[in-house]
C-alpha cells in the first residue's frame, strides 16, 4: 500500500518529468545536445538525484532522451523542439494582422558577392548572388526598406522572378524548393538619412530601427543575408527569452 511519502516522491517525479518535458518542447536544449550533470541539473531544478533519474527514465522511455552510461543524457536527435519565437515573413505578418501587404522593387541586379556577404553566407568570395531592394508598405504605407542578398546558386529561379508584392520566404519555397527555417539576427536604432526619410516618409533624422539577418533553409544552410530599415513607429521586436534550468 502506497504511503504519503511515496505519494510525495512521485508528485516530485511529475513535476519534474513535466518541467523537463516542458524544457524539450520549447527547444531550450538542442536535438543531440547533452543535458547538464545529474547533479547540477538536480540541484537547478531542487530535487534529489533519485527524483531527477525517474524524471529522465521516463523521457528516455518516450524516446525523448537518449542515455550513455559513460557520458551522460543526451535529447534524442529526432525531437522536434517548438520555438521560443515564431519567424514570419512580412507578407504573412502583415495578413495575420488583416492588412495588404505591398512590395515595391527598387533595385533588383546580379553581382559578385562581397568578402563580408560570402563570409555570412558560407560561399566563395566573388560567388554570384542577387542583390534585392524593396520598399515594403501595410495598406499603402511605408513601413520598412528591405535589402536581401541571396545566393544565386540555391536559388536561380528567383532571377526569373516577379517579386512585386511577392513574399520572399513563400517565394523561395514555391519557386526554388527552399523552406525557410530559421534566422539570426540583430536589431539596432538609428537616425534616417535623407534617402531613407523620404522613401519612408519620416523627417530627416527621425529614429529608425535596422535589423541584419542571415536567414537558413531547414537544412542548416544559409540563403541570404538582409537589412531591413523599420520606422521606428510601426514595428515592434517581440522575444521570449527563457533562464536555463
Known amino acids: 500500500m502506497s504511503t504519503g511519502v511515496d505519494a510525495e516522491a512521485g508528485g516530485a517525479v511529475m513535476e519534474t518529468y513535466r518541467r523537463l518535458g516542458d524544457a524539450l518542447r520549447r527547444g531550450m536544449f538542442a536535438a543531440g545536445s547533452r543535458l547538464p550533470g545529474e547533479r547540477d541539473l538536480a540541484g537547478s531544478l531542487g530535487v534529489s538525484r533519485s527524483t531527477l533519474r525517474h524524471?529522465?527514465?521516463?523521457?528516455?522511455?518516450?524516446?525523448?532522451?537518449?542515455?550513455?552510461?559513460q557520458r551522460g543524457w543526451f535529447v534524442a536527435r529526432d525531437v522536434a523542439g517548438e520555438p521560443p519565437s515564431t519567424l514570419q515573413s512580412f507578407s504573412e505578418m502583415a495578413r495575420g494582422r488583416g492588412l495588404t501587404p505591398t512590395s515595391e522593387i527598387l533595385l533588383r541586379r546580379e553581382r559578385p558577392a562581397t568578402f563580408e556577404e560570402a563570409e555570412r553566407l558560407s560561399v566563395a568570395p566573388a560567388a554570384r548572388v542577387l542583390e534585392l531592394r524593396r520598399l515594403r508598405g501595410l495598406d499603402g504605407v511605408p513601413v520598412c526598406l528591405d535589402t536581401s542578398v541571396i545566393v544565386l546558386a540555391r536559388a536561380a529561379a528567383l532571377a526569373r522572378t516577379d517579386l512585386t508584392d511577392r513574399s520572399l520566404y513563400e517565394t523561395l519555397e514555391h519557386e526554388c524548393g527552399i523552406r525557410v527555417g530559421r534566422s539570426s539576427c540583430t536589431v539596432r536604432a538609428d537616425a534616417a538619412d535623407e534617402e531613407i526619410a523620404r522613401l519612408l516618409r519620416v523627417d530627416r533624422g527621425a529614429p529608425v530601427l535596422v535589423g541584419e539577418e542571415v536567414t537558413y533553409a531547414d537544412d542548416g544552410t544559409a540563403v541570404l543575408t538582409g537589412r531591413t530599415i523599420y520606422r521606428s513607429d510601426s514595428y515592434r521586436f517581440q522575444a521570449d527569452l527563457f533562464r536555463p534550468i
Not at 524524471?55 to 552510461?69: F, I, V
Open 55 to 69: 524524471a529522465l527514465t521516463r523521457l528516455a522511455e518516450e524516446g525523448r532522451l537518449e542515455r550513455s552510461a
